[in-house]
């Protein structure tokens, strides 16, 4: 089939034009024509693993993906990456029968309150990059280079060894933290670490998130929004090999890929 082909096989109008001995036009108006597959999908207990990628400026798409399924469960158009936007998804997953039982987040800030009466867990690879866009991947001070470390580790620590390294690690560098400057205009104080202050508040806060997924083994959560990344990649790989579409013929496009 034309569709199939052209999603899946990274067909373009010019090859399937030559296969199939038409014009392109004949082959666009076929595929414009070409019925999108959408599988039923019954209510039951979802784990959601949600986020939102975004195609240049025009829009986004929010997808709810279940690893349990190996499925995405629901997804639609976005112009912005707002609360508004995850509730509006929630909503619509229960309205079909869905029963959130957990939710793995990015930390995109007001999304925690759309899933606070449910486990949730924050990815920790986007924990990692935001410390590593307070620090960089090579910060020149000892503080930095420590509290790093303690970043690249959390995926193989537990929450008590966590917060030991983080709370000894803010017992070694108060003093450090608490230095202060003037700011540029010579007229105010600052701080002067403030990007590792940063760092070290954004791990402190979000603490109690990185580990609900080892509070809940019986519901298997996962500790990162991976398995919704990796399906982002695989939809703009395919993507790519149609440039130059309108708006609504790549929207056609990111329906049957998803769905």
């Not at 024509?33 to 990628?53: N, S, Y």
């Not at 420590?146 to 390294?165: C, G, N, S, W, Y």
């Not at 298997?220 to 703009?236: A, C, E, H, V």
Request: include cysteine; charged fraction near 25%; hydrophobic fraction near 35%.
């Amino acid at each position: 089939m034309l569709w199939q082909e052209y999603v899946w096989h990274k067909q373009t109008l010019e090859q399937l034009a030559r296969k199939y001995k038409r014009t392109k036009q004949w082959v666009q108006r076929q595929l414009d024509q070409a019925p999108i597959k959408h599988t039923a999908q019954e209510g039951q207990k979802i784990i959601a693993v949600t986020d939102t990628t975004f195609f240049g400026r025009e829009y986004g798409i929010l997808v709810v993906r279940c690893p349990r399924l190996k499925k995405n469960v629901h997804f639609h158009k976005v112009s912005s990456e707002t609360p508004a936007e995850y509730l509006h998804a929630r909503l619509e997953l229960e309205r079909k029968g869905f029963t959130i039982e957990a939710a793995v987040i990015d930390g995109k800030r007001g999304v925690l309150k759309v899933f606070q009466d449910v486990p949730v867990q924050l990815c920790q690879f986007h924990q990692i990059a935001a410390v590593r866009r307070y620090l960089t991947s090579r910060p020149k001070l000892d503080a930095g280079k420590e509290l790093r470390a303690i970043t690249l580790a959390l995926p193989t620590l537990t929450e008590k060894v966590f917060m030991q390294l983080l709370d000894i690690w803010h017992d070694t560098w108060k003093e450090f933290l608490k230095e202060r400057t003037y700011a540029a205009d010579r007229k105010h104080w600052q701080y002067t670490h403030r990007r590792i202050r940063s760092a070290y508040r954004s791990m402190n806060t979000n603490a109690p998130y990185l580990f609900t997924y080892q509070k809940y083994p019986a519901l298997r959560i996962p500790n990162t929004t991976n398995s919704i990344d990796g399906y982002f990649s695989k939809l703009k790989q395919l993507l790519n090999t149609h440039r130059g579409l309108t708006i609504q013929r790549r929207y056609r496009l990111i329906q049957e890929i998803l769905a």
